[in-house]
């Protein structure tokens, strides 16, 4: 079985530059979550999709930051326009079922703002 | 808001030696528990997780955690550790609405 794909593994803009990543999640997965991970710090859920539907973004920073998934399986999550404080690792995961039991993490994008 | 805290934030251990990571969590209500690992240069996988039942729950590669729900706790344990335990570990907490809080996590160094 093919793991989440997250594209791609390394970004490096420049501040107020625009950057987008990508995920496909495993096959059926109805739910997917972007998170955020600060050097130091754990994973921060930015936004939670339930098939293509926003269930949870009350920590998504919506001046800036965006996502979407359309038709319920990939999506995209764009910075537009990025600050230093942006610099993390954007990590994309899915589960299935309700109750979630379990996600399933992708390999992530390491972000750079300089 | 429901927060996470993990206390050991580095921790060094030989092999052989015996291992627990705290984890505590503040939301009072019925929880789901997890713990996730990151091996150098891979994705944070399940250890191991609890739901109901009984509270000691057995993960994969010999980890073990016990939720004490008088304490709001979820330590995580194992009785022999390896070098290739050698990871970053996150406790994640899961309450209603299917999203996950994660703690700051511990990173483990094993020394062979």
């Known amino acids: 079985e093919a793991g989440v794909a997250q594209s791609p593994r390394y970004k490096i803009i420049e501040k107020r530059q625009s950057v987008a990543f990508w995920c496909n999640p495993i096959s059926g997965h109805a739910t997917l979550y972007w998170y955020q991970q600060i050097l130091g710090q754990g994973p921060k859920l930015l936004i939670q999709?339930?098939?293509?539907?926003?269930?949870?973004d009350s920590q998504l920073p919506k001046d800036r930051f965006s996502a979407e998934r359309l038709k319920g399986v990939d999506s995209t999550l764009k910075i537009q326009p990025a600050k230093l404080e942006d610099s993390a690792v954007y990590l994309c995961?899915?589960?299935?079922?309700?109750?979630?039991?379990?996600?399933?993490f992708g390999p992530g994008t390491r972000l750079t703002v300089t | 808001a429901q927060s996470v805290s993990q206390h050991n934030h580095h921790v060094i251990l030989s092999e052989a030696a015996s291992l627990e990571l705290g984890c505590n969590y503040s939301?009072?209500?019925?929880?789901?528990l997890f713990w996730y690992v990151q091996y150098p240069g891979q994705h944070l996988q399940l250890l191991l997780k609890y739901f109901s039942g009984d509270p000691l729950v057995k993960g994969i590669k010999g980890f073990e955690a016990e939720f004490i729900k008088s304490k709001f706790s979820f330590n995580l344990r194992k009785p022999s550790v390896q070098w290739s335990d050698t990871a970053e570990y996150f406790c994640?907490?899961?309450?209603?609405?299917?999203?996950?809080?994660f703690g700051t996590g511990t990173s483990l160094t094993v020394i062979p």
């Open positions: 995961a899915s589960s299935y079922g309700t109750p979630v039991r379990e996600q399933y």
């Open positions: 994640a907490v899961k309450h209603t609405g299917n999203q996950f809080y």
């Open positions: 999709f339930q098939n293509n539907g926003v269930v949870d």
């Open positions: 939301y009072g209500g019925t929880v789901n």
